[in-house]
């Protein structure tokens, strides 16, 4: 009975999948880790709040910039066997992250992943 259920397993992208955090890249490249970290570090602000505040710090950086940015995060050690060991046992894979669509589908393609699901940085 068990075999026929479907299988799934989801990541987390920063810090599992990717030996790094987007934000912490893309925050030195344009001198925002202060106001990062203050945000990040606010007690008073629920997590969607924070996620919001940080997200229009972002503002005017070029889509292509985060993309240059995702990229120079290497993969995790073995995430790429253990995506391909879950994948050829018959499971759909994903991503869920508090990090962005545009560096999601990056990890996603890299490691033939199924799925993923992220916030929608707007331009």
Request: zero cysteines; glycine letters at 6%.
């Amino acid at each position: 009975m068990m075999a026929n259920r479907p299988k799934l397993v989801v990541f987390d992208m920063d810090g599992t999948l990717i030996n790094g955090r987007l934000i912490e890249v893309i925050s030195r490249k344009y001198n925002l880790s202060e106001k990062v970290i203050e945000i990040q570090s606010d007690p008073s602000l629920p997590g969607y709040k924070k996620t919001e505040m940080i997200a229009s710090l972002l503002k005017g950086i070029k889509a292509s910039e985060i993309i240059k940015a995702i990229g120079s995060i290497p993969i995790m050690l073995n995430a790429d066997k253990i995506v391909t060991w879950f994948k050829k046992n018959g499971y759909v894979t994903g991503i869920i992250t508090d990090s962005y669509t545009i560096a999601a589908e990056v990890i996603a393609n890299k490691l033939k992943i199924d799925f993923i699901a992220a916030n929608e940085l707007k331009y």
